[in-house]
């Protein structure tokens, strides 16, 4: 049988959501001369917009995503891009520096429910079978915010102004909103008496440890990655701008190859995206003074890294099931910026106490502690093919771990149904379903 068609308009629209959001949190980061000037202020406090945003989403993802959970899936991912319709705008028409900094934090509000939601959603939209491609597609927003979003967006500020670039932002989210209405299919919230409480989601099988491996995966990534211009720079390469490109594109090559791999062999992608980074790592260490060697392991970095978040964002929806996925991605959320700051302070602590030259070595143990952990856990967070099928922890419905287990969850449906039925162990809603 022939894979099922992906529903492509209504993942693009979740992928450009994705990229509205990145656009929306990392685009002061390229004005705050502008910025500063325009609000009074200096450019360091310029900065704290950028700070507003992350620390609002941090806060924000769990507790939001735990409150509108009961709520119509679409009606909330609607909400959210027009709240950041509105906070663009009022950032863009403001002249105030408390008005633009509480518009900063509205909308880290609004980016931790969308976070929380995307994944999930794209898992929703498609079969078990195409749940990674789905999850690479949207996540590919990221990428490409990052890789050229930003530079554009910063260059069309230089142009007609940082307002008007935030003023773009707000009409991307407006038009997004229609799309969204036309192309994405709405999916109900759940009903109370089916709402798995935040800690059971927390304690179902492999969640815990997919999320601890995204801790170490983000530690030793940013421990790394904040400071690789003067890692570069200190190892005598005179570009270090060529070296952060060099990342860049290999990011987006590396979402590619792994959207067209997740689906067939997840847990194996994953292992050898870590080992690459290992590789990537040790290369750095001993052999930065290389300009051929830097730029070869930092691409390399750069294309296993590339694939990392959508691996382990996949992990976690099958850990969790599709149905807990807002609440597990909110988690993740959390985790992922929490291991983002952890990184940075720890790469910064390293490099005033042993130089450059000791971050490749401070990365390279918490990447080897992420493969480790994932070749460990073989039966629910990273499964083997043809691995064991869990339940889920309150409804029993099947969860599969991988494209085997999904058919595996398929056959005990079958024969479910050929057997004689036991009592009904499900609610409503749940038979309604199935």
Not at 259 to 272: E, K, Q, S
Request: charged fraction near 10%; include cysteine; aromatic fraction near 6%.
């Amino acid at each position: 049988m022939s894979p099922a068609k992906l529903p492509w308009a209504g993942l693009l629209a979740l992928f450009t959501a994705a990229f509205t959001a990145v656009m929306t949190e990392l685009l002061p980061a390229g004005l705050l001369p502008q910025l500063a000037v325009a609000l009074g202020v200096a450019e360091g406090t310029a900065g704290f917009l950028v700070t507003a945003y992350a620390v609002a989403s941090f806060l924000a993802a769990i507790p939001l995503t735990a409150l509108l959970r009961g709520l119509p899936r679409r009606q909330v991912l609607v909400a959210a891009l027009l709240g950041f319709a509105l906070l663009n705008a009022v950032t863009a028409v403001s002249s105030s520096y408390a008005v633009t900094f509480a518009a900063r934090v509205g909308a880290g509000a609004m980016g931790g429910i969308l976070w929380a939601m995307l994944v999930g959603y794209a898992a929703r939209m498609v079969p078990p079978e195409r749940r990674g491609r789905a999850i690479a597609i949207v996540s590919a927003g990221i990428t490409v915010a990052l890789c050229a979003g930003i530079p554009a967006g910063t260059q069309l500020a230089a142009a007609v102004g940082w307002r008007a670039a935030f003023g773009s932002l707000s009409a991307v989210a407006v038009v997004l909103v229609g799309w969204v209405l036309w192309k994405v299919p709405p999916f109900p919230g759940e009903p109370a008496a089916r709402r798995v409480p935040l800690r059971r989601v927390a304690v179902v099988p492999g969640v815990r440890t997919v999320l601890s491996v995204t801790a170490l995966v983000l530690l030793g990534h940013q421990a790394m990655y904040t400071y690789l211009a003067l890692f570069a720079e200190q190892a005598g390469f005179g570009r270090p701008g060529t070296v952060l490109l060099v990342f860049g594109v290999a990011t987006v090559a590396g979402i590619w190859v792994v959207g067209a791999v997740i689906d067939r062999r997840p847990r194996a992608t994953l292992l050898a995206v870590l080992a690459a980074v290992a590789a990537s790592m040790t290369a750095l260490g001993l052999y930065a003074g290389s300009a051929g060697v830097l730029l070869g392991a930092v691409a390399l970095w750069g294309a296993a890294f590339g694939g990392a978040p959508t691996l382990l964002q996949t992990a976690l929806v099958v850990a969790s099931g599709p149905e807990n996925a807002d609440v597990a991605t909110s988690m993740q959320t959390t985790v992922y910026n929490a291991g983002i700051a952890a990184g940075s302070l720890a790469g910064g602590l390293v490099l005033e106490g042993a130089g450059a030259g000791a971050l490749p070595w401070t990365a390279l143990p918490v990447t080897l502690a992420a493969l480790a952990l994932v070749a460990a856990a073989r039966r629910h967070a990273f499964p083997a093919p043809g691995g064991p099928v869990h339940e889920d922890p309150v409804h029993g419905d099947p969860v599969a771990g991988s494209r085997a287990s999904g058919a595996a969850a398929a056959r005990s449906r079958a024969s479910t149904a050929a057997a004689p039925a036991p009592a009904p162990r499900t609610t409503g809603g749940t038979a309604a379903r199935r």
